[in-house]
Protein backbone atom coordinates (compact mmCIF):
# COMPACT_ATOMS: atom_id res chain seq x y z
CA UNK A 1 0.00 0.00 0.00
CA UNK A 2 1.38 3.40 -0.53
CA UNK A 3 2.61 6.06 1.90
CA UNK A 4 -0.14 8.71 0.91
CA UNK A 5 -3.09 5.90 1.05
CA UNK A 6 -1.92 5.26 4.57
CA UNK A 7 -1.82 9.04 5.49
CA UNK A 8 -4.75 10.06 4.04
CA UNK A 9 -6.78 7.53 6.73
CA UNK A 10 -7.95 7.75 9.65
CA UNK A 11 -6.09 6.33 12.49
CA UNK A 12 -8.85 3.40 12.85
CA UNK A 13 -8.23 2.40 9.50
CA UNK A 14 -4.50 2.53 9.62
CA UNK A 15 -4.39 0.45 12.57
CA UNK A 16 -6.86 -2.43 10.91
CA UNK A 17 -4.72 -2.43 8.07
CA UNK A 18 -1.47 -2.90 9.57
CA UNK A 19 -2.91 -5.77 11.54
CA UNK A 20 -4.59 -7.73 8.75
CA UNK A 21 -0.59 -7.38 7.17
CA UNK A 22 0.62 -8.34 10.41
CA UNK A 23 -1.34 -11.56 10.29
CA UNK A 24 -0.53 -12.41 6.87
CA UNK A 25 2.93 -12.78 7.97
CA UNK A 26 4.87 -15.71 9.01
CA UNK A 27 7.04 -15.97 12.24
CA UNK A 28 10.20 -15.17 10.83
CA UNK A 29 9.16 -11.86 9.63
CA UNK A 30 7.29 -10.87 12.63
CA UNK A 31 10.04 -11.98 14.99
CA UNK A 32 12.73 -9.66 12.65
CA UNK A 33 9.89 -6.73 12.45
CA UNK A 34 9.76 -7.08 16.37
CA UNK A 35 13.16 -7.09 16.93
CA UNK A 36 14.03 -4.00 14.33
CA UNK A 37 11.06 -1.87 16.38
CA UNK A 38 12.33 -2.55 19.89
CA UNK A 39 16.19 -1.50 18.70
CA UNK A 40 14.47 2.06 17.86
CA UNK A 41 12.95 2.12 20.59
CA UNK A 42 15.88 1.95 21.94
CA UNK A 43 18.10 4.55 20.23
CA UNK A 44 18.40 8.11 22.11
CA UNK A 45 15.51 10.10 20.62
CA UNK A 46 16.56 13.27 18.54
CA UNK A 47 16.19 16.57 20.45
CA UNK A 48 14.74 19.61 18.84
CA UNK A 49 16.69 22.47 19.32
CA UNK A 50 13.81 25.29 19.85
CA UNK A 51 16.18 28.52 19.42
CA UNK A 52 15.17 31.39 21.80
CA UNK A 53 16.41 34.71 22.28
CA UNK A 54 18.50 35.16 24.91
CA UNK A 55 17.30 38.92 27.39
CA UNK A 56 20.27 41.33 27.49
CA UNK A 57 21.42 41.50 30.43
CA UNK A 58 20.84 45.48 32.07
CA UNK A 59 24.06 47.20 31.93
CA UNK A 60 25.82 49.13 34.95
CA UNK A 61 25.51 52.80 35.39
CA UNK A 62 28.33 53.17 37.22
CA UNK A 63 31.82 51.41 36.67
CA UNK A 64 33.20 48.69 39.67
CA UNK A 65 36.60 50.28 41.34
CA UNK A 66 38.47 48.13 42.79
CA UNK A 67 40.70 48.71 45.62
CA UNK A 68 44.83 47.98 45.00
CA UNK A 69 44.45 45.18 47.76
CA UNK A 70 41.86 43.60 45.49
CA UNK A 71 44.01 44.11 41.95
CA UNK A 72 46.80 42.82 43.57
CA UNK A 73 44.66 39.60 44.61
CA UNK A 74 43.88 39.44 41.48
CA UNK A 75 46.58 39.53 39.40
CA UNK A 76 48.15 36.83 41.95
CA UNK A 77 45.39 34.58 41.88
CA UNK A 78 46.07 35.12 37.51
CA UNK A 79 49.60 34.23 38.02
CA UNK A 80 49.15 31.25 40.32
CA UNK A 81 46.40 30.04 37.97
CA UNK A 82 48.90 30.55 34.77
CA UNK A 83 50.99 28.52 36.69
CA UNK A 84 48.76 25.91 37.95
CA UNK A 85 50.24 26.20 41.43
CA UNK A 86 46.98 27.35 43.23
CA UNK A 87 46.48 26.53 46.93
CA UNK A 88 43.46 26.16 48.68
CA UNK A 89 42.86 28.10 51.42
CA UNK A 90 42.46 27.56 55.12
CA UNK A 91 39.27 28.73 56.56
CA UNK A 92 39.48 29.45 60.14
Sequence with gaps: MMKRKLILMDHYQMLGRVVYWAAK???NQLRTLFTLITKRGKEPRIKQVIK?????LPKRK????????????QKLFAKRARAGTLRKRRRR
Design 25 to 27: MDT
Design 52 to 56: TRQKA
Design 62 to 73: TKRRFSRKQLAA
